[in-house]
């Protein structure tokens, strides 16, 4: 933490607004389901998925990577884009390989049989054909529930922000007592929904705290009264952040004192 303006304005702090993965769960994700279509097996399937996803540094990919299990032959990935809160898309072998979520099947115009489980569905596609879906989970923090229960006693209000589908982030929030969660944003409506509980608070006199890890919600952290950055994933871009929020806000007057 840099600064005391930011421990008096958390004596303010009516509102704290939580990123979900790798914030309030571990962001460490588990293969629980491979579901190929016919004809494709299920080594088959990962090896794509894991494959195209290995340039990506979203706790998603990891998981298929190490689901994967072999060292990855980066010579056989010819292209690669992260498509933010969508998925991402790879050339792997000559083919085109799109691999997210059913927003990112929706934007390609592929169909899909829409999955109802609380895990993350990873849905995989190669030359515009679909090659079937993978189901990945995460686990909530132990200490979450806890932290939550103490922040809702005290009266501020708990809010949970994610690009995560909606039987996901539902989930979660009810596991954790979260009060309000919103669902299937991506990074710039994350942005948008801070500004409305931003504008809220300011009417009332409180401030408002964002705690995230920094993978596709540094803007936020950056927008909040307070930005808290957790220690582990991505912590370089929420600490930078986090930071640059700070000098945005203090000014040269304060930065020189410290
Ligand atoms: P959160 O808001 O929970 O931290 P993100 O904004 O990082 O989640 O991602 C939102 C959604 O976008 C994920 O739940 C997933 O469906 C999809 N997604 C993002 N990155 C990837 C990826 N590398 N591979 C597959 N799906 C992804
Ligand atoms: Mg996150």
């Known amino acids: 933490m840099k600064g005391s303006n930011y421990l008096e304005q958390l004596a303010e702090t009516k509102v704290v607004v939580f990123d979900k993965t790798g914030t309030v769960t571990h962001g460490v994700f588990e293969v629980v389901e491979t579901a190929p279509v016919e004809n494709i097996s299920p080594d088959e399937l990962i090896e794509v998925a894991a ?3 290995s340039l990506s540094n979203h706790p998603i990919a990891k998981s298929l990577v190490d689901k994967y299990g072999k060292a ?4 056989r990935i010819s292209g690669f884009e992260d498509i933010t809160g969508h998925g991402i898309k790879a050339v792997v072998d000559g083919n085109e390989i799109y691999a997210g979520n059913t927003r990112l099947m929706d934007k390609i115009g592929i169909k899909y049989t829409d999955q109802k489980t609380v895990g993350t569905v990873v849905h995989v596609v190669s030359n515009g054909k679909y090659l079937g879906h993978i189901v990945i989970a995460d686990r909530v923090k132990e200490d979450a529930h806890e932290m939550i ?9 708990t809010v949970m922000l994610t690009g995560d589908a909606k039987t996901v982030g539902e989930d979660v929030a ?17 942005v948008d929904k801070l500004e409305q509980i931003l504008k809220d608070q300011k009417a009332k006199g409180g401030k ?9 919600d540094a803007p936020v952290l950056t927008r909040a009264d307070i930005g808290i950055a957790m220690g582990a994933l991505g912590s370089d871009a929420a600490i930078e952040a986090s930071d640059r ?3 945005r806000r203090v000014g040269k007057e304060c930065r020189s004192r410290w």
């Not at 229960?149 to 209000?157: K, P, Q, T, Y």
């Not at 408002?208 to 596709?216: K, P, Q």
């Open 208 to 216: 408002v705290a964002f705690v995230g890890d920094g993978i596709n």
């Open 174 to 190: 009810r596991q954790l007592g979260v009060q309000k969660v919103y669902t299937e944003l991506l990074p710039g409506d994350k």
């Open 245 to 247: 929020s700070e000098e």
């Open 149 to 157: 229960a103490e922040l809702n006693s005290r009266g501020i209000e």
């Open 51 to 53: 494959l195209a996803e």
């Open 72 to 75: 990855v032959d980066t010579s």
